[in-house]
């Protein structure tokens, strides 16, 4: 159609007619496969996450090939009908797939979770459910919250952004093309529309290479679902279906190129896991590996991996790939409340089993079918119609879903005042006390607004100005004191370990009117250390950013010279790194005694509040809601549960008696194990913190040791 665009077929290879390619489906089915069995057994196949990327690079290929060809043809794109292309192949499946996942949610799952995942489901609907998982990496409160039915949606988002924005870029390059072709040669017009289409692609890996890199150095959580650290993996994918076919690759090569690329894909997947910087340069190797896989079956349609790779059980996985991709996660999340216990490897299978049949069903009736069907196959303006008809459809379950909660969280009601008795909670375990079951049943499982560690009452207002850095605000005044002259000043410091046990505190404080200040930062060590990140390796901003609040804090502690400091903090997860390759716990229990003596010399006093026995580290979260009427099977060793604490090696190295360090491991263990119920009380809320009402009702031995502290000088 365009001088421009005609002269450009002679330099630039053309995407080959569409012909069913065997080595793509055969990718399919591994990037399914390793996502899968990463999803379902995470030890065996720790960087099974890989997969998603494969499919990126796929959806690079063909997407940009169709649309050159498109170019080609017509010498433009039209967009209304590549996008309804686009709404039929892809959102049919995707929306019965997340009316049914609100069904499972609202059926099978506890309601405290309806709201988080009701806003997913909502998100998943508009393909923005990256941006909405990236925002909440950076919310301490949500660090915790369990896994929603519909959190996979990230990579499909992150895909139809993809497609919004790639066609645009083309037709750009081409337009900039033909704007400057003016009255110069073909061959001259022919190398401005290559030298254009080069320049997006180029553009596009470089600089979204560039900030994949930089970004998850800088903020891995963020950068692992955020769209521009992706765009690079789309781009390498469409370079090979621009100039692929031109790379000479002779079949033992090409024989050779394909084969390391399976390899370089099943290495990311067997030597990856959750500690990988990702995406970053890491995701090269994946995605190289895709690219040589592709770049090789340009050249020749059957090669040596086609002995297997060409099976048919391996093009079936291969064709049902998306739908599959859509099923197995919701059925993963709910099977355990299904089955009401922990997933076993019997149940697993089930699952798989069970997806892979809906899969099937699904790309028949649904995902063909929707291609086909006549009502809005030859109108694009249909498609986006039912598109939105949709989208509609699935707003009007999710609004019914968050007013049910609502309506359940407005029955809840605040917490109660506590009334224990000898039996109760911690009690049970107190010395002296002979209860004839500690760990029987529990009295609920559900944990709802009433078990919130973190709520914050009337008295601690707004956050206040200081201790604040960017978005990130740390610290509030929880005033008890009635407006008394001289009231005692206390301040609760650490990370969200020390959020957890502030119920007990504030129940002390209005007790004998305190004036409480708390500062927390989820994570982050109140330590003179060298920390690098909590459980794995932090981002170079939010390190730094730790860093500075922790010395600022207790700089501002020192100055403000409260009468006591009460800390806590999940130190044993947090990593330190001087370069002395000293053990962890020396590290940290050193920089610990850094502050605390640094307090005690200004003539504050120091109560540190050892960490609870872990939750998630040694069992599911949800061990207690299947278990409510047998609770002593989430029993676990104590040596395991509960690991050398760097506060209580601090404690005893501390020699000062205005430094106390508080162990209750006593209230949460016997002799051999670790509960997580104990007096009919669920120890925890969620992964790692404890219930509030379990927290509570060890507000009497925390108020006896800071007693002990606080009239030392009286």
Known sequence: MSASLRTADALIAAPKARVFRTDIQALRAVAIGLVVLNHLWPSRLPGGYVGVDVFFVISGFLITGHLVGEMRRTGGVRLGAFYARRIRRLLPAAMLVLAVSLVFLVVFLPYPRWERGAWEVAASAGYVENWFLASMSVNYSALNDAASVVQHYWSLSVEEQFYIVWPLLLLAALAVSRRTAGPSTRRGTRRRTTNALILVVAVVSIVSFAASVIYTSVAPPQAYFATFTRGWEFAVGGAIALFGSRIPLGRTAADIVSLLGFALIVFAALVYDHTTAFPGYTALVPVLGTAAVILAGERFASLWHAKVTALRSVQWVGGISYSLYLWH?????????VIGGEATTLSKIAVLAIALVLAALTKRFVEDAGQTWGYWRGSSRRAFGLMVAGMIVIAALVAGVLASYSARVEADGPPDDLLASTCEGPSALAPGAECADPFGAADYSVMTKKNEYFYTPEECGEFLPILAYGDLRTTHECDFSGGAADPTRVWLIGDSHAQQWQGAVFDIAEKNGWIVDTSYYGGCPVADVDFIGFRSAWGIADVERCREWSRDLAETVTEDGPDLVITAMAS?????????????????????????????????????????????????????????????????????????????????????????????????????????????????YDADHLNLEFARLLGPDIEAAAERLLTQSR
Request: charged residues 20%; proline residues 9%; hydrophobic residues 40%.
């Open 572 to 684: 044993r997860l947090q990593l330190v790194d001087d370069g002395s390759d000293r053990p962890q716990i020396d590290q940290m229990s050193q920089g610990l005694l850094e502050y605390w003596k640094r307090w005690n010399d200004a003539g504050i006093k120091v109560l540190a509040l050892a960490d609870p026995p872990f939750n998630a580290e040694v069992r599911s979260p949800d061990c207690v809601l299947h278990n409510s009427d047998e609770p002593q099977s989430c029993a676990r060793p104590r040596a395991e549960a509960h690991p050398a604490d760097p506060m209580v090696a601090a404690g005893a190295a501390a020699g000062s008696e205005s430094i106390s360090v508080l162990d209750l491991t006593d209230r949460f263990c016997d002799a051999n194990s670790c509960y997580a119920v104990v007096g009919g009380i669920p120890v925890y």
């Open 329 to 337: 996660w919701p059925l993963i999340v709910v099977a355990p409340f």
